[in-house]
Protein backbone atom coordinates (compact mmCIF):
# COMPACT_ATOMS: atom_id res chain seq x y z
CA UNK A 1 0.00 0.00 0.00
CA UNK A 2 3.20 2.58 0.91
CA UNK A 3 4.01 1.88 -2.75
CA UNK A 4 0.52 2.91 -4.11
CA UNK A 5 0.53 5.82 -2.00
CA UNK A 6 3.83 6.80 -3.61
CA UNK A 7 2.98 6.28 -7.43
CA UNK A 8 -0.07 8.51 -6.40
CA UNK A 9 2.17 11.82 -4.60
CA UNK A 10 4.08 11.60 -8.06
CA UNK A 11 1.17 11.70 -10.67
CA UNK A 12 -1.12 14.14 -9.10
CA UNK A 13 -1.76 17.18 -9.89
CA UNK A 14 -0.94 20.04 -7.77
CA UNK A 15 -1.98 23.34 -7.93
CA UNK A 16 -0.83 24.86 -4.24
CA UNK A 17 -3.41 27.65 -4.19
CA UNK A 18 -3.95 27.06 -0.50
CA UNK A 19 -1.05 26.06 1.71
CA UNK A 20 -0.34 25.89 5.23
CA UNK A 21 2.87 25.84 6.86
CA UNK A 22 2.46 24.28 10.51
CA UNK A 23 5.80 26.25 11.30
CA UNK A 24 6.39 24.11 14.70
CA UNK A 25 3.91 22.82 16.53
CA UNK A 26 4.89 24.99 20.33
CA UNK A 27 2.25 25.87 21.67
CA UNK A 28 1.39 27.97 25.05
CA UNK A 29 -2.18 27.13 25.40
CA UNK A 30 -4.04 23.59 25.98
CA UNK A 31 -6.83 23.80 23.98
CA UNK A 32 -9.84 20.89 25.09
CA UNK A 33 -10.25 19.75 21.31
CA UNK A 34 -6.67 20.88 20.08
CA UNK A 35 -5.95 17.95 17.09
CA UNK A 36 -2.43 18.84 16.65
CA UNK A 37 -1.26 17.37 20.37
CA UNK A 38 -0.37 14.17 18.71
CA UNK A 39 2.51 15.73 16.37
CA UNK A 40 3.24 18.19 19.24
CA UNK A 41 4.59 14.65 21.45
CA UNK A 42 6.73 14.13 18.41
CA UNK A 43 7.45 16.88 16.62
CA UNK A 44 9.52 17.01 13.59
CA UNK A 45 12.71 19.27 13.79
CA UNK A 46 12.25 22.50 12.47
CA UNK A 47 14.01 23.48 8.82
CA UNK A 48 12.94 26.60 8.17
CA UNK A 49 15.64 26.84 5.26
CA UNK A 50 14.04 23.67 3.73
CA UNK A 51 10.53 25.40 4.00
CA UNK A 52 10.90 28.90 2.34
CA UNK A 53 13.04 27.04 -0.39
CA UNK A 54 9.69 25.07 -0.74
CA UNK A 55 7.28 27.66 -1.12
CA UNK A 56 9.69 29.96 -2.89
CA UNK A 57 9.20 26.86 -5.35
CA UNK A 58 5.34 26.78 -5.34
CA UNK A 59 4.54 29.96 -4.86
CA UNK A 60 1.57 29.20 -2.90
CA UNK A 61 -1.58 32.33 -3.88
CA UNK A 62 -2.69 31.75 -0.05
CA UNK A 63 -0.19 31.24 2.76
CA UNK A 64 -1.45 30.29 6.28
CA UNK A 65 1.06 30.24 8.97
CA UNK A 66 0.19 27.91 11.71
CA UNK A 67 1.79 25.63 14.91
CA UNK A 68 1.24 25.28 17.46
CA UNK A 69 1.83 29.04 17.98
CA UNK A 70 3.67 30.98 15.42
CA UNK A 71 5.06 33.75 17.70
CA UNK A 72 6.55 31.72 19.58
CA UNK A 73 8.98 30.83 17.00
CA UNK A 74 12.57 32.07 18.24
CA UNK A 75 13.33 34.39 15.03
CA UNK A 76 9.93 34.63 13.64
CA UNK A 77 10.08 38.30 12.65
CA UNK A 78 12.92 37.26 10.36
CA UNK A 79 11.33 34.19 9.07
CA UNK A 80 8.16 36.80 7.78
CA UNK A 81 11.17 39.09 6.29
CA UNK A 82 12.68 36.14 3.94
CA UNK A 83 9.34 35.03 3.43
CA UNK A 84 7.75 37.96 2.11
CA UNK A 85 11.30 38.59 0.30
CA UNK A 86 11.71 35.25 -1.52
CA UNK A 87 8.03 34.99 -2.05
CA UNK A 88 7.23 38.53 -3.36
CA UNK A 89 3.47 40.10 -2.94
CA UNK A 90 1.65 38.08 -5.07
CA UNK A 91 1.41 35.96 -2.27
CA UNK A 92 -1.62 36.00 0.61
CA UNK A 93 -0.13 35.71 3.77
CA UNK A 94 -2.82 34.71 6.83
CA UNK A 95 -0.77 34.18 9.91
CA UNK A 96 -2.74 32.29 12.77
CA UNK A 97 -2.22 33.21 16.57
CA UNK A 98 -3.84 32.70 19.77
CA UNK A 99 -2.22 36.46 20.24
CA UNK A 100 -0.92 34.91 23.98
CA UNK A 101 2.57 33.76 22.66
CA UNK A 102 4.59 37.08 22.57
CA UNK A 103 1.96 39.66 21.82
CA UNK A 104 4.21 42.43 21.99
CA UNK A 105 5.87 41.09 18.61
CA UNK A 106 2.34 41.25 16.46
CA UNK A 107 2.76 44.74 15.55
CA UNK A 108 6.27 43.89 13.57
CA UNK A 109 5.22 40.52 12.46
CA UNK A 110 2.11 41.83 10.85
CA UNK A 111 3.28 44.41 8.21
CA UNK A 112 4.48 41.18 6.59
CA UNK A 113 1.38 39.54 6.36
CA UNK A 114 -2.20 40.97 4.97
CA UNK A 115 -4.11 38.92 7.58
CA UNK A 116 -4.20 38.02 10.71
CA UNK A 117 -6.82 35.16 12.35
CA UNK A 118 -6.83 35.58 15.53
CA UNK A 119 -7.82 32.48 17.85
CA UNK A 120 -10.55 33.65 20.71
CA UNK A 121 -13.69 31.08 21.75
CA UNK A 122 -15.40 33.65 23.56
CA UNK A 123 -14.98 36.48 26.13
CA UNK A 124 -14.18 36.03 29.54
CA UNK A 125 -14.15 32.69 31.43
CA UNK A 126 -15.96 31.29 27.75
CA UNK A 127 -12.70 31.44 26.25
CA UNK A 128 -10.54 30.03 29.52
CA UNK A 129 -12.63 27.12 29.70
CA UNK A 130 -11.73 25.88 26.35
CA UNK A 131 -8.31 27.59 26.07
CA UNK A 132 -7.15 28.48 29.29
CA UNK A 133 -6.55 31.86 28.94
CA UNK A 134 -9.67 34.86 29.63
CA UNK A 135 -10.76 35.76 26.60
CA UNK A 136 -11.24 39.68 27.63
CA UNK A 137 -6.87 39.88 27.23
CA UNK A 138 -7.12 38.83 23.89
CA UNK A 139 -10.10 41.01 23.20
CA UNK A 140 -7.29 43.69 24.70
CA UNK A 141 -4.52 42.47 22.05
CA UNK A 142 -7.06 42.44 19.55
CA UNK A 143 -8.19 45.76 20.18
CA UNK A 144 -4.36 46.93 19.87
CA UNK A 145 -4.24 45.42 16.91
CA UNK A 146 -6.42 47.14 15.09
CA UNK A 147 -5.70 50.48 16.58
CA UNK A 148 -1.76 50.41 15.53
CA UNK A 149 -0.32 52.49 13.23
CA UNK A 150 0.99 50.61 10.56
CA UNK A 151 4.01 51.93 8.07
CA UNK A 152 2.88 53.33 5.34
CA UNK A 153 2.02 50.98 2.53
CA UNK A 154 1.76 47.90 4.81
CA UNK A 155 0.24 44.72 3.35
CA UNK A 156 -2.17 44.33 6.34
CA UNK A 157 -5.25 44.93 6.06
CA UNK A 158 -7.59 42.61 8.10
CA UNK A 159 -8.57 40.65 11.36
CA UNK A 160 -10.22 37.49 11.40
CA UNK A 161 -11.68 35.95 14.74
CA UNK A 162 -12.02 32.14 14.74
CA UNK A 163 -13.71 30.88 17.52
CA UNK A 164 -13.60 26.74 17.59
CA UNK A 165 -17.65 26.54 18.66
CA UNK A 166 -18.16 23.55 20.79
CA UNK A 167 -21.02 22.18 22.54
CA UNK A 168 -20.50 24.07 25.15
CA UNK A 169 -19.27 27.53 23.80
CA UNK A 170 -21.81 28.48 20.64
CA UNK A 171 -24.72 29.68 22.43
CA UNK A 172 -22.42 32.63 24.11
CA UNK A 173 -20.99 33.24 20.98
CA UNK A 174 -22.83 36.85 20.56
CA UNK A 175 -21.15 37.87 23.03
CA UNK A 176 -18.00 37.75 21.36
CA UNK A 177 -19.50 39.27 18.55
CA UNK A 178 -20.63 42.37 20.22
CA UNK A 179 -17.10 42.80 21.53
CA UNK A 180 -15.86 42.64 17.84
CA UNK A 181 -18.13 45.28 16.40
CA UNK A 182 -17.18 47.42 18.71
CA UNK A 183 -13.32 47.16 18.10
CA UNK A 184 -14.53 47.26 14.40
CA UNK A 185 -16.08 50.47 14.61
CA UNK A 186 -13.16 51.85 15.74
CA UNK A 187 -10.33 50.41 13.45
CA UNK A 188 -9.62 51.22 9.64
CA UNK A 189 -9.24 47.62 9.10
CA UNK A 190 -11.41 45.24 7.86
CA UNK A 191 -12.73 43.03 10.77
CA UNK A 192 -14.81 39.67 9.94
CA UNK A 193 -15.87 36.38 11.77
CA UNK A 194 -15.30 32.82 10.81
CA UNK A 195 -16.81 30.55 12.93
CA UNK A 196 -15.42 26.92 13.36
CA UNK A 197 -16.95 23.45 14.41
CA UNK A 198 -14.83 21.77 16.04
CA UNK A 199 -13.16 18.98 13.79
CA UNK A 200 -13.31 15.70 13.08
CA UNK A 201 -16.95 16.55 13.04
CA UNK A 202 -17.72 13.61 15.17
CA UNK A 203 -15.77 14.27 18.33
CA UNK A 204 -18.39 14.77 21.16
CA UNK A 205 -17.45 18.52 21.75
CA UNK A 206 -18.63 19.12 18.27
CA UNK A 207 -21.71 20.47 17.28
CA UNK A 208 -21.71 18.59 14.44
CA UNK A 209 -21.88 15.27 16.42
CA UNK A 210 -25.49 15.46 18.07
CA UNK A 211 -28.46 16.23 15.43
CA UNK A 212 -30.55 17.96 17.62
CA UNK A 213 -27.64 20.37 18.96
CA UNK A 214 -26.49 20.83 15.22
CA UNK A 215 -30.15 21.86 14.01
CA UNK A 216 -29.67 24.49 16.69
CA UNK A 217 -26.16 25.76 15.74
CA UNK A 218 -27.20 26.00 12.51
CA UNK A 219 -30.20 27.93 13.11
CA UNK A 220 -28.76 30.28 15.00
CA UNK A 221 -25.80 30.47 12.62
CA UNK A 222 -28.35 31.93 10.04
CA UNK A 223 -29.54 34.56 12.72
CA UNK A 224 -26.16 35.96 12.97
CA UNK A 225 -25.33 35.90 9.97
CA UNK A 226 -28.39 38.37 9.06
CA UNK A 227 -27.46 40.39 12.52
CA UNK A 228 -24.03 40.98 12.22
CA UNK A 229 -23.55 41.74 8.79
CA UNK A 230 -20.93 44.33 9.26
CA UNK A 231 -18.30 42.27 10.77
CA UNK A 232 -19.45 39.35 8.46
CA UNK A 233 -20.01 36.29 10.36
CA UNK A 234 -19.94 32.72 8.52
CA UNK A 235 -19.75 29.02 9.68
CA UNK A 236 -16.82 27.40 8.30
CA UNK A 237 -17.65 23.65 7.06
CA UNK A 238 -20.75 24.34 5.16
CA UNK A 239 -19.09 25.12 1.44
CA UNK A 240 -19.58 23.02 -1.13
CA UNK A 241 -16.67 20.39 -0.90
CA UNK A 242 -16.31 20.46 3.17
CA UNK A 243 -18.89 17.76 3.85
CA UNK A 244 -21.20 19.06 6.36
CA UNK A 245 -24.65 21.09 5.35
CA UNK A 246 -27.52 23.16 7.37
CA UNK A 247 -29.40 19.95 7.65
CA UNK A 248 -26.00 17.72 9.62
CA UNK A 249 -23.14 15.91 9.08
CA UNK A 250 -22.30 13.62 5.60
CA UNK A 251 -19.61 11.01 5.44
CA UNK A 252 -18.13 11.64 2.22
CA UNK A 253 -18.00 14.33 -0.59
CA UNK A 254 -16.88 15.29 -4.08
CA UNK A 255 -14.47 17.42 -3.28
CA UNK A 256 -11.71 18.80 -6.47
CA UNK A 257 -10.34 21.50 -3.90
CA UNK A 258 -7.83 18.61 -2.70
CA UNK A 259 -6.34 19.52 -6.11
CA UNK A 260 -5.40 23.32 -4.87
CA UNK A 261 -4.62 22.51 -1.12
CA UNK A 262 -1.59 21.29 0.89
CA UNK A 263 0.33 21.12 4.22
CA UNK A 264 3.71 21.88 4.76
CA UNK A 265 5.64 20.56 7.63
CA UNK A 266 8.36 22.20 10.07
CA UNK A 267 10.62 20.10 8.40
CA UNK A 268 10.00 21.82 5.10
CA UNK A 269 8.16 17.91 3.90
CA UNK A 270 4.72 17.56 2.16
CA UNK A 271 1.04 16.49 3.15
CA UNK A 272 -1.83 16.75 0.73
CA UNK A 273 -5.20 15.29 1.47
CA UNK A 274 -4.64 12.23 -0.95
CA UNK A 275 -2.71 9.92 -0.09
CA UNK A 276 -1.94 11.60 3.39
CA UNK A 277 -5.25 12.33 4.81
CA UNK A 278 -6.83 9.69 2.85
CA UNK A 279 -4.55 7.14 4.32
CA UNK A 280 -4.79 8.51 8.33
CA UNK A 281 -8.54 9.14 8.71
CA UNK A 282 -10.15 6.65 6.27
CA UNK A 283 -7.96 4.10 4.76
CA UNK A 284 -6.23 3.10 8.44
CA UNK A 285 -8.91 3.22 10.64
CA UNK A 286 -11.55 1.39 7.98
CA UNK A 287 -8.42 -1.81 7.54
CA UNK A 288 -7.04 -1.51 11.07
CA UNK A 289 -11.11 -1.93 12.96
CA UNK A 290 -13.28 -3.11 10.16
CA UNK A 291 -14.00 -7.06 9.39
CA UNK A 292 -13.48 -8.48 5.99
CA UNK A 293 -15.74 -6.74 4.06
CA UNK A 294 -14.58 -3.12 4.82
CA UNK A 295 -10.98 -4.45 4.81
CA UNK A 296 -11.72 -5.76 1.15
CA UNK A 297 -13.55 -2.25 0.33
CA UNK A 298 -11.21 0.34 1.66
CA UNK A 299 -8.36 -1.73 -0.46
CA UNK A 300 -10.24 -1.24 -3.02
CA UNK A 301 -11.33 2.06 -2.55
CA UNK A 302 -7.52 2.54 -2.09
CA UNK A 303 -6.69 1.07 -5.48
CA UNK A 304 -9.68 2.81 -7.52
CA UNK A 305 -8.62 6.60 -6.16
CA UNK A 306 -4.74 6.35 -5.83
CA UNK A 307 -4.05 4.35 -9.01
CA UNK A 308 -6.83 3.63 -11.47
CA UNK A 309 -8.34 6.83 -11.12
CA UNK A 310 -6.10 9.50 -9.23
CA UNK A 311 -8.21 12.47 -10.31
CA UNK A 312 -11.19 10.46 -8.58
CA UNK A 313 -13.29 13.51 -6.52
CA UNK A 314 -14.59 11.42 -3.62
CA UNK A 315 -13.62 12.54 -0.18
CA UNK A 316 -13.47 10.32 1.99
CA UNK A 317 -12.79 12.31 5.14
CA UNK A 318 -14.35 15.95 4.69
CA UNK A 319 -12.81 19.03 5.77
CA UNK A 320 -12.97 22.86 5.72
CA UNK A 321 -8.91 23.29 4.94
CA UNK A 322 -8.89 25.94 2.37
CA UNK A 323 -12.50 26.20 1.95
CA UNK A 324 -12.23 29.77 0.82
CA UNK A 325 -11.09 28.11 -2.69
CA UNK A 326 -14.67 27.28 -3.03
CA UNK A 327 -16.02 30.70 -4.23
CA UNK A 328 -13.94 30.18 -7.08
CA UNK A 329 -13.54 26.62 -7.87
CA UNK A 330 -17.24 26.58 -8.23
CA UNK A 331 -17.51 29.39 -10.84
CA UNK A 332 -19.55 28.33 -14.28
CA UNK A 333 -17.08 29.96 -16.48
CA UNK A 334 -13.91 31.11 -16.38
CA UNK A 335 -14.02 34.47 -16.41
CA UNK A 336 -16.28 34.03 -13.61
CA UNK A 337 -13.70 31.56 -11.58
CA UNK A 338 -10.91 34.39 -11.99
CA UNK A 339 -13.31 37.45 -10.94
CA UNK A 340 -13.77 35.55 -7.69
CA UNK A 341 -10.32 34.43 -7.33
CA UNK A 342 -9.08 38.04 -7.39
CA UNK A 343 -12.39 38.73 -4.57
CA UNK A 344 -10.78 36.11 -1.95
CA UNK A 345 -7.04 38.22 -2.73
CA UNK A 346 -5.67 35.23 -5.16
CA UNK A 347 -4.24 36.92 -8.51
CA UNK A 348 -3.51 34.21 -11.77
CA UNK A 349 -1.46 35.35 -14.70
CA UNK A 350 -3.58 33.88 -17.98
CA UNK A 351 -1.53 31.15 -18.38
CA UNK A 352 -2.57 30.05 -15.17
CA UNK A 353 -5.91 30.46 -15.70
CA UNK A 354 -5.67 28.58 -18.40
CA UNK A 355 -4.13 25.79 -16.96
CA UNK A 356 -6.34 25.38 -14.03
CA UNK A 357 -9.86 26.05 -16.31
CA UNK A 358 -8.45 23.03 -18.59
CA UNK A 359 -7.90 21.11 -15.75
CA UNK A 360 -11.61 21.78 -14.03
CA UNK A 361 -12.94 21.35 -17.51
CA UNK A 362 -11.21 17.41 -17.79
CA UNK A 363 -11.39 15.92 -14.16
CA UNK A 364 -14.17 18.18 -12.11
CA UNK A 365 -16.69 20.36 -13.55
CA UNK A 366 -17.41 19.39 -17.68
CA UNK A 367 -19.71 22.25 -18.25
CA UNK A 368 -17.51 25.59 -17.17
CA UNK A 369 -17.29 27.71 -19.90
CA UNK A 370 -13.96 28.27 -20.92
CA UNK A 371 -14.73 32.18 -22.17
CA UNK A 372 -10.67 32.96 -21.26
CA UNK A 373 -10.95 35.55 -24.38
CA UNK A 374 -13.37 37.91 -22.19
CA UNK A 375 -10.69 37.94 -19.20
Keep these: MRALFGIYRESAPRFHWCVTWHI ?22 PNHDRALAELARV ?12 TLVPDIVAVMRRLREECGDGMQIEFNSNLTGRPGLLTEILPYANIIAASIDGVGEINKAQRGIDGDEVLATIERIALHRYPPGSRFRRIMAVPTATVHSYRHLPELFD ?5 KAKSALD ?18 SDPGVWEDFSARSREWEREYRDIRVEVRGVSAFSGLN ?3 GKERSRCWRQFFTGMLWPDGT ?3 CKPDWFSRNYFIPSYRDGGRRDKLRA ?4 IHSLYLAPCDLLCYAPCEHGENL ?10 ELAERAKGIGLSLSPDELRTVCTFIKRKCNPSLEMDLDSV
Design 24 to 45: HFTCNQDCIYCFNKQAAAVPPP
Design 59 to 70: KPKHLCISGGEP
Design 179 to 183: RLRKI
Design 191 to 208: LNVEVKPVFPYHRPLSPA
Design 246 to 248: RTG
Design 270 to 272: WSY
Design 299 to 302: AWES
Design 326 to 335: DRALTAGRAS
